[in-house]
């Protein structure tokens, strides 16, 4: 598929794997979202989480993935999500083409352009999916929101960037905020 995308159209899963014009987008109910380049800001504390969970799965059967990484929360449906960090403990949901079922851990780095997606949309297809813990990242106030499933619910849980903040699906695994949310520009 080739060429400007029609925006009021209804897209399946398998003309979304066919949109080949140089752009990356999240399916969410047939719904096209074109993915915007990340700033620095975004990369930076995306990266910081990423690098810390990664070094404690070193040696662990449990996998890592960061963006664009495709998540296909149900194979019945038209929705494709790329998460900035996504950890995944039961491998057999593991494919060639991203992860398709629910991964234990998905993070999201909010940018200007996908706060409210975030926030709302992508909150309840996450929950909806079983996903066990889903961070919200919020670089500006320097604030994690670790949501945590309990009895089909989520409960919410803030750390701001003096704090530790614990990964419950991974027992042991704590990311040091204070590292996530340090200023990069004093350093130069």
Known sequence: MNGALEQEKYYTYEEWLAIDDGNRYELLNGELYMMASPSSRH???SFEIGRQIGTFL????????????????????????????????????????GCDG???????????????????TKFSEYLR??????????PVDKTVCAYRLI???????MYSETMSAPVQTLAGCEVDLSLVFRDYDEEQ
Not at 105 to 116: A, F, H, K, Q, Y
Request: aromatic residues 8%; charged residues 35%; glycine residues 2%.
């Open 129 to 138: 999916a079983g996903v066990q813990e889903y961070w919200v990242v919020d």
């Open 102 to 120: 629910a991964p234990d851990l998905v993070v999201e780095v909010l940018s200007p352009s996908t706060t409210r997606r975030d926030r709302l």
């Open 58 to 97: 070193v040696g662990k059967h449990y996998r890592i993935y960061t963006a664009p990484y495709d998540v296909r929360l149900h194979k019945d449906e038209d929705t494709v999500l790329q998460p900035d960090i996504v950890v995944v403990c039961d491998r057999s949901k593991i494919s060639k083409k």
């Open 43 to 45: 990369q930076e504390v």
């Open 151 to 157: 009895d089909k619910k989520y409960y919410a849980e």
